[in-house]
């Protein structure tokens, strides 16, 4: 049982402040308020990740993002905030927020091979579909 003091915890908090929106689509209400909902978005398993890019508010730089497709159908965007130009942790955010600036890069189809947890992870200096 993963306990709130490690950084994974203090990272799933984070994850619970970026979802933006409550709603009712597929098993997620994607307003995550409790520990065993946010356990269960990050063991999910991914079908589907896509590699998505944007320019950044910074000059010359380029935001990217994976967006997952869940088995439910429920679709996450993981990416990294820039703050001053420098990266932040990966955050996980409903997916149906993205904005039509983000333009679609890459696609892989996982068929349940990797978990949110494995992209949440990965989220390196640059983002890639594993």
């Known amino acids: 049982m993963m306990s709130f003091k490690t ?10 402040a970026m979802v933006a929106e409550s709603g009712n689509e597929g098993s997620y209400k994607y307003d995550l308020s409790n520990k065993s909902d946010l356990n269960k978005l990050y063991n999910s398993k991914v079908y589907m990740a896509e590699l998505f890019t944007r320019p950044s508010a910074f000059r010359g730089m380029v935001s990217q993002a994976v967006r997952v497709t869940l088995e439910d159908g429920s679709k996450w965007l ?10 932040s942790q990966p955050v996980i955010e409903d997916g149906r927020q993205m904005s039509s600036s983000w333009k679609l890069k890459e696609q892989k ?9 494995d992209f949440m992870k990965a989220g390196g200096a640059d983002f890639k579909l594993l």
């Open 109 to 117: 189809d996982l068929n349940g091979s990797k978990t949110v947890s």
């Open 7 to 16: 950084p994974l915890g203090l990272l799933l908090l984070a994850m619970l």
């Open 78 to 87: 993981i990416q990294k905030e820039i703050n001053f130009g420098n990266p």
